[in-house]
Each structure stands twice: as structure tokens, then as C-alpha cells.
């Protein structure tokens, strides 16, 4: 068994879950009726997709690996997530922006995956596309909503940015497991930053400058807040082994 | 003034869930539209209800997350509440009731052959 696949294939679906579950927080809690239903559409398609890549990597693993124990049965240092998506919501622009973001992101990535030699992780990022493809959308455009918009939106998405800027960049370090897996994240850098760029110039925000870096999530070594994530997502799978719906 | 707060789990409380943190961002100063939506090519579009939206754009956007989510529609219309002029009810009596003796605006008269069904 390829070790280095199947962990590339547990930080895709790790980045989309912990993206969903930090999502999932707004559910009840959106601005408006109707964004709160936005918000937690973009959830279930994240955790859908992690649901297919989990269902995958549990096949290649075998020894009773499934998709719940994947999600709920592994601690902190084992999930490969960047610390983008970890990071604790905020407030409506923190939450648009670090989406943006990360849509952007993999939006790129599931164009790479098309052309995968692996035709199933080909088939997950023909459906997932279709998904960020409006993620991308929605998000892009609240960003220029609020940063265009009153001078308390603006203030809120620019300090937004500067909180969640240094964590972009680990989305282009590869680690270990990326090398020969049929993407390049080279190639994707330009091509966000120029989406990016273009969008945060129509929000009318200042570009951030050069700044460090967080890196060490898709290695397990992540910031405080995904253990908190994960005690509270794992809760009823390791009070009670083997629950069920 | 700290506009970026941070919650962590289990530590939302209902007023600093971001939802109306100012009156202005609550919503309730955006339009109301009407949304139609055609469930199958050349059908036509069925009032689905309405939603709150700031403009035409997050209208199509907001209607497309509240009333397709269970694979409702192929194209959706909106249209701003207000642009719709609709009847007083008050008005029922003269609008409607004389319509009511006339019977023989219904095509029921005809003799139809036994082949035709379901007229």
C-alpha cells in the first residue's frame, strides 16, 4: 500500500472536514436567514467531499478502516488539515474571506485532479468542482460586498485579512506526501494570487506585504484550536464506541 | 474599538454570535423579493416564496440556496416585491363575482368523442 497516497488523500479530506465543522458553528447563528442557509449548504459540500475522500482512503488502508473512524477515531497529530481552516470563526468578513480563500485554493487544485491518473480521485474533483465553483462565487463576491461596502464592513474585512493572511501561505508549502501525486502547487500559487489580488482590488483593500508564514498543519503539528475542534466532533464516537444514527 | 473577536467552542454566546451586530447588518433593511422557479425545461415559473437580499445578484444567490436545495429548479427569477402590484382583496365583489352566472364561459357544451380522455 502507498503510504504517501493515502495520506495526500487524508489532508484533502481532512482540509474540508475541519473547514465544514468550523462552518458548521454558524448554523443558527448566520447574519440573515437566508446566508445562515448559505453558509451551511458550503458546509454539507465540504463535508460530503470529505466524506468521499474518506470512503477512498478507507478502501486503500483495509484492516477495518472505515470513513467514521478516519474522521472521529484519529487524534490531533494524525489529521493533515493546513491551519487555515482550523483557525476559530470570528465574525461574517473573517469567515467570507478565509472561504475565498480556500475555495480559491481548491478550485484550482480539483482542475489539477481532473487529470488525475486515479480515475476515483479524478471523479471526486469532477464532483467537487462543481461545488467550489459556486463557493468561489458566493464568497468572492461578499468579500467585495464588505470591503466595498460601509466603513465598518471595510474595517472588519481588513483586519480579517490581516489575521488570516499568514496562514495562506501554507497552502502552497508542500509537504512530503504532495511530491509525485500529480499536482503542483507552483502552478496554483499564480494563479491565486492573481484571482486574489483581483478581488481584494475591487473589495478596495490594501494588499498585505511580504509577512511570515504559519506552516506545520499538514504535517499534524497544528495550532491549539483544531484539539478543540476535535474533542468536540469526536465526543460521541469515543464516549460511545460504535454509536450510530 | 476590537472589531475581530475570536470564539472558541462551546463559547458562542447568542449576542456575540456575529448575527446583528449592528442594525444596519441585520438584514432587516433589505428588500424583500419574489422568487420563481421552472422545475423542468419548458415549464413555466411557479412562485417559490420570497427571501431578503441587498441586491438582484445576492437575490438570485440567496434563492438558489433557500428554494433549490432539493433539486427544485433549472432557472430561477426574481423580482423585487415591491415591482409587483397586486389586487385588494376588497375589491373581490366587482372583480370576480359577475363571472359568477356565466356559465357558458367554460367550454363544457361540447360533445366530445368517447377516444378523447381526461378534458
Known amino acids: 500500500m502507498n503510504q504517501k497516497k493515502t495520506s495526500y488523500i487524508l489532508h484533502l479530506a481532512d482540509n474540508s472536514l475541519i473547514l465544514g465543522q468550523r462552518n458548521s458553528e454558524w448554523c443558527g447563528h448566520g447574519p440573515v436567514l437566508e446566508q445562515d442557509i448559505a453558509i451551511t449548504n458550503i458546509t454539507l459540500d465540504l463535508v460530503g467531499q470529505a466524506r468521499s475522500l474518506y470512503q477512498y482512503a478507507a478502501s486503500l488502508l483495509g484492516e477495518g478502516t472505515t470513513e467514521d473512524s478516519l474522521a472521529y477515531l484519529r487524534t490531533e497529530r494524525e489529521f493533515l488539515n493546513c491551519l487555515l481552516v482550523e483557525q ?8 467570507v474571506l478565509r472561504q475565498f480563500f480556500f475555495s480559491t485554493y481548491q478550485y484550482y487544485l480539483c482542475q489539477q485532479l481532473l487529470s488525475h491518473p486515479d480515475a476515483q480521485l479524478a471523479a471526486i474533483a469532477e464532483k467537487s468542482l ?5 463557493h468561489v462565487r458566493w464568497s468572492g463576491e461578499w468579500v467585495i460586498r464588505l470591503g466595498d461596502g460601509t466603513t465598518e464592513s471595510k474595517q472588519r474585512l481588513q ?21 509525485g501525486q500529480g499536482t503542483d502547487l507552483s502552478a496554483i500559487r499564480p494563479l491565486w ?3 486574489v489580488q483581483a478581488v ?10 511580504e509577512t511570515f508564514m504559519h506552516s506545520g498543519g499538514k504535517t499534524g503539528v497544528h495550532t491549539e484550536h483544531l484539539g478543540f475542534i476535535l474533542a ?9 464506541p460504535g454509536c450510530e444514527w | 474599538m476590537n472589531l475581530l473577536r475570536k470564539f472558541y467552542y462551546g463559547d458562542i454566546p447568542e449576542d456575540k454570535s456575529g448575527a446583528a451586530v449592528t442594525g444596519s447588518a441585520s438584514g432587516h433593511d433589505w428588500p424583500l423579493w419574489e422568487v420563481f422557479i421552472r422545475s423542468k425545461n419548458g415549464l413555466e415559473h411557479k412562485h417559490a416564496g420570497s427571501l431578503h437580499a441587498a441586491d438582484a445578484r445576492m437575490a438570485l444567490e440567496n434563492a438558489r440556496d433557500v428554494y433549490t436545495r432539493r ?4 432557472s430561477i427569477w426574481v423580482v423585487e416585491s415591491k415591482h409587483i402590484t397586486a389586487s385588494n382583496p376588497e ?16 367550454p363544457t357544451f361540447y360533445e366530445l368523442p368517447d377516444e378523447v380522455n381526461h378534458m
Open chain 1, 88 to 95: 476559530p470563526k470570528a465574525d461574517w468578513a473573517h469567515t
Open chain 1, 200 to 209: 481584494l482590488r475591487e473589495a478596495t483593500l490594501d494588499l498585505p506585504g
Open chain 1, 193 to 195: 494570487n492573481e484571482k
Open chain 1, 159 to 179: 483586519l480579517a485579512l490581516a489575521a488570516l493572511w499568514p496562514y495562506t501561505g501554507e497552502l502552497f508549502m508542500p509537504a512530503a506526501y504532495e511530491s
Open chain 1, 130 to 134: 462543481k461545488e467550489v465553483r459556486y
Open chain 2, 91 to 106: 375589491e373581490a365583489g366587482e372583480l370576480y363575482e359577475p363571472a359568477k352566472d356565466k356559465v357558458y364561459r367554460h
Open chain 1, 232 to 240: 468536540e466532533m469526536q465526543y460521541m464516537q469515543r464516549t460511545y
Open chain 2, 71 to 74: 433539486m427544485e429548479g433549472v
